[in-house]
């Protein structure tokens, strides 16, 4: 009620200041202000779609692993607690609180995640490497910690090599 008493006073006034307009009807000005909106919507939908990048996906996930690791003085030591979580008679967490000399060993040997270059080099490489599977026992890698035997519970990123 209220808008067409606006259209009305609108056209009246337009009629009295300029004679030629007074034959534009409301429905035409609201017709052509929507195919106006709607070409201005399309436009920007355009620009916003060409600066999207939709096509390439959202960026990879930064590499990282999960894992746990027993450090021990000995390499014979290491291969003795490998022979007893093959064999399935300990759990890799009881292991570790039993065996490790490492602070983690507490925590069933817990390392947490992290990123590739956290760890030294020989334990970041058997980590991040493509033939080291998740889930499988690894070692025992020598550092100048100790020999470790490690568990990789997670690894992300880095593409299908995992």
């Known amino acids: 009620m209220i808008k067409s008493l606006l259209v ?6 337009l009629l009295l200041v300029q004679p030629s307009w007074a034959f534009i009807t ?3 000005q609201q017709h052509s202000a ?3 909106t709607q070409r201005m919507m399309g436009w920007f939908d355009g620009i916003s779609k060409a600066f999207a990048n939709d096509e ?12 746990r690791h027993i450090l021990v003085k000995s390499e014979n030591k290491a291969k003795d607690i490998k022979k007893q979580l093959q064999t ?5 967490a009881s292991l570790a609180q039993e065996y490790s000399t490492c602070p983690s060993g507490k925590k069933g040997g817990s390392l ?3 990123s590739p270059g956290t760890m030294v080099p020989a334990f ?6 493509p033939d080291a599977k998740v889930g499988e026992i690894i070692g025992p890698i020598e550092t100048e910690f100790g020999y470790h035997l490690i568990l990789v519970d997670k690894r992300t990123g880095g593409g299908d090599w995992y």
């Open 112 to 114: 947490g995640s992290f």
């Open 8 to 13: 009305f006073i609108v056209t009246t006034s």
């Open 88 to 92: 399935g008679s300990s759990e890799f």
């Open 124 to 129: 970041d490489k058997a980590i991040f490497s």
């Open 34 to 36: 929507t195919i106006t």
């Open 26 to 28: 409301p429905p035409q």
């Open 56 to 67: 390439y996906g959202p960026p990879p996930d930064k590499v990282s692993a999960t894992a």
